[in-house]
């Protein structure tokens, strides 16, 4: 069963070994666990809801709390603490266009606002309800999962929006094809939650970002249906589905989408490698993303996050075995491990990572062979349970993340980390960063920064210390040139700084845009611009 | 020079010998040209400009009639028979954003509407002049053309807007890179132009559309200038480039614009194939733009444009040998020409092009060497000058062009060619229609379709001629399930189709879009949607 106040399935749990917490120790101090509220206590403090009965609106206190909240830290922090404050007056769950219709009209018969519900994975404060005022209706798309149709001579699919990760690629490949979104929420998100928020995924070098997968599709907006044709490309004025992508919710739901899909790579493989040191590893990757080899991942991470993931990833014998053979081959303290896939067709993948193995090595790299590439693979959506095993001993994880051209990629870097360092001084706490460039383009890179800090068994001085954290590292990617998001959305967390990349004049073009689809500001209102 | 009234240089001719100019007969009938007017004749027939004097703004009858039109088949029967009915009442030309704020300025002072000119290569009437009503004042941006930055750590490179195909190469050459986008009009047309109107180039399979290749800019809108940053990727809100991409005008004018680049290709090779007929062709051409190799074109003729090229191209005692030879080879009358070309390091697209051409051949293609391939390179923005050549013989060649799934190709392209070839029955007219698929996608592919008929002498009947043909060929396009463009952008020619693809709420989005950035509807009005 999927855990209600944490990440993923409770069946799966991630150990922290005793050099684990020995290292985390001695980077932020030793952590003790907050006692977490039960589920029970967190839907007895729920509000009772707003809204009358509807045949397709379930407004028991425990479906509300479950569809309250996403997975950003200071959603974990609500659930975990009890401090639920808002939650959806009644969640729907529709199976078809009709019934979004049908509930959008008795939304807007209750003056209620509409939240548009995915996978509930957002880190970004897409789901929060807004405090006091209109009730609120969470719309769960998760029943509209099915694939209507497969074009495999135009390699399309379309399906119901609401479909997770794992039930659309099932989907694809009782067919033979794939449509290689891998984003690390997989398990859970959706593909209208992917197309609403510009999300990425791990073999986005191969696949490409949604915006490339989004052919098409179905909006049900307030003023009526939008129906997006697929065409291979147009110049008929600006693109419908660019207005879809990056709405979060703000104009309508999709409830239909349609997909470019690919065939199943005939093969794939993911390899290790280290540099000496992080210049010679950007050098490397740069090259690597400007030279146009037929790779699907690239994935650079700094020493701190190198030596940090395999302290943390257990097996400590194994790894002190690869640290000295890595030594031996002068790949010691600012070591920097770069993953390499490629996939696809046998007589394009292989030559591909061949030549990618060897302008590494041009770059002083040194291959560690498929092991730890294949342990990635298999771990890929494992990674992300860490939270609740840190959690556990006392510790919060966040993440941020931007893309930034490449000059400024290293700048960034280093001013996100030092911000994170800097920012919770205040509380005598230390905070742990470290990075990885998750994507890699021509152009430049994406930055993920991974923080780790104490937990101190108060709401809010736990919340304040995101609060100062999210804020410093969030001023330190605009001021280093970078987007607020590259993946993740911008909800409520990111809405401060996106003025920033938007300026005033294109803030005012989103609201101008959501205006006209819905005049009455009743879809998912806050977030990504003022309503 | 360039021509008034006509494509392109005035010293470049291209001849239409006599086995070209019989088969024209066969096919339409012969031709007689009509008497073309001055262009002192049309400057003569301009009404006086309505605008007061400008410092910036050149309003003497040369100029406006030089920036009255584009390059549509309607501007064309304007400019040949002397009826230019509207043009601006002045021209600007200027060199800063600043200026352009100021011209903005003065347009509003005196009630002007706004047109920005670009290379003036439209051919979907996106110069046309409204009607009556308030001043004209066209902007043109030819003096806007330099390089501003290039960071070669990123590959991108900042360019005044204005400038045309040739500088902007010639800019990036000197330093070792290229842009690569090559549409038929590189000549003239411009980056802005490019932008504005979602243009595509020859090799985009290489270097992709425009959409991919602008990773930021300048626009001047009437309400204050829109500075859209460079990322590689980012999940901020809705993208502000794909407001501009298609906006035709509409929201303002991109002053400077930030392209991404390619270093110069080590090599470049383009090979012809002939297959025996249609039906082999497209199961080839889908599988090469299935199958992912790195190629930087692929161009496939129908069977009646392949004939109609070979003998058109004069060189007839070749043409006869080479069709000897390809009988021979299996490919007769059916035969349909593909042109594959491949460029970048040595090392990629040599075996690509290899696979390409093994590919071709298990699809039963004949492999017919460099010649004709090079022989398309040399002349690749020459073949657009056989309009000024037909019209010398009292012949008007017309093009449309659209992009489709893959079920839909074959189907569309038949629509299309019947439609035009029903077209002129009324008038006991004749149409010599062809196409070719100019841009494969792994989802389907541009058809783009040529048509050739006699020129009646009166401007009236000529124009009502191509009045039923568009209507025809339009409503076959939508009806087959086409954008109403893949390349040219909508205009004022393609805008009653619009709708078929937007739906009346895609419509008013763009609309409600321009209305913030322009809320005095001064911007090229008229154009993509109603105003």
């Known amino acids: 069963m999927r855990r209600w106040n944490g990440w993923g399935d409770e069946a799966v749990g991630m150990a922290l070994d005793d050099n684990a917490l020995a290292f985390l120790a001695r980077q932020v101090g030793a952590g003790r666990a907050p006692q977490d509220v039960s589920f029970e206590a967190a839907c007895a403090g729920l509000a009772p809801g707003r809204l009358p009965p509807h045949p397709l609106v379930d407004a028991s206190a425990r479906t509300r709390l479950l569809h309250a909240l996403g997975q950003s830290l200071p959603d974990w922090l609500r659930l975990r603490y009890g401090r639920v404050d808002t939650a959806p007056d009644g969640v729907a769950f529709p ?63 379309r399906f119901g929006a609401g479909v997770s990760g794992p039930d659309l690629e099932a989907q694809l490949r009782a067919h033979g094809y794939t449509l290689g979104h891998f984003p690390q929420s997989f398990e859970y998100s959706t593909l209208g939650g992917w197309v609403a928020t510009r999300s990425s995924g791990q073999q986005s070098l191969r696949y490409g970002r949604i915006e490339g997968l989004f052919a098409g599709g179905r909006v049900e907006t307030p003023q009526g249906p939008l129906e997006i044709p697929t065409f291979p490309a147009s110049s008929a004025g600006i693109d419908l589905r660019e207005m879809v992508l990056g709405s979060e919710g703000r ?8 997909v470019r899909v690919s065939r199943l790579p005939e093969v794939e493989a993911f390899h290790a490698v280290f540099f000496p040191g992080w210049d010679a590893a950007l050098a490397a990757v740069r090259a690597l993303a ?96 860490l939270r609740n095993a840190a959690w556990a001993h006392g510790y919060a994880i966040d993440t941020v993340e931007t893309a930034l051209d490449w000059p400024r990629v290293t700048p960034a870097m280093r001013a996100i980390e030092a911000a994170a360092a800097a920012a919770l001084q205040g509380w005598g706490e230390r905070v742990h960063a470290y990075s990885h460039l998750s994507h890699l383009y021509p152009q430049g890179a994406s930055v993920y920064s991974t923080f780790v800090f104490r937990l101190s068994g108060s709401f809010e001085t736990d919340l304040a210390r995101w609060r100062r954290l999210k804020d410093g590292v969030s001023d330190a990617i605009v001021q280093a040139g970078g987007t607020i998001s590259h993946q993740h959305g911008v909800g409520l967390d990111h809405a401060p700084w996106l003025g920033h990349e938007k300026g005033a004049l294109g803030l005012g073009a989103m609201a101008a845009l959501f205006r006209h689809f819905d005049p009455d500001g009743r879809m998912n209102p806050g977030k990504l611009v003022a309503p």
Chains 1, 2 share one sequence.
């Open 251 to 258: 104009l309508g739901i999709l409830t239909e989408a349609t």
């Open 290 to 385: 400007q030279g146009g080899l037929p790779l699907s991942m690239l994935r650079l991470s700094n020493a701190v996050e190198t030596s940090t993931m395999l302290t943390l990833a257990g097996h400590t014998r194994a790894v002190r075995l690869l640290e000295a053979w890595l030594a031996l081959r002068g790949c010691r303290d600012g070591k920097c491990m770069l993953l390499v896939g490629a996939s696809g067709a046998r007589a394009q993948a292989r030559p591909a990572l061949r030549a990618a193995l060897g302008l590494a090595r041009r770059h002083g790299g040194v291959h560690a062979g498929r092991g730890l590439g294949e342990r990635w693979r298999r771990k890929r959506f494992r990674s992300v349970y």
């Open 95 to 157: 199976e078809s266009g009709e019934q979004v219709r049908d509930l959008f009209a008795f939304a807007a018969a209750h003056g209620a606002a509409v939240i548009p519900y995915g996978g509930g994975t957002s880190v970004a404060g897409h789901l929060t309800v807004p405090n006091g005022g209109r009730p609120v209706l969470t719309i769960a798309m998760g029943r509209m999962r099915a694939m209507l149709a497969l074009d495999p001579e135009a390699r399309l699919a």
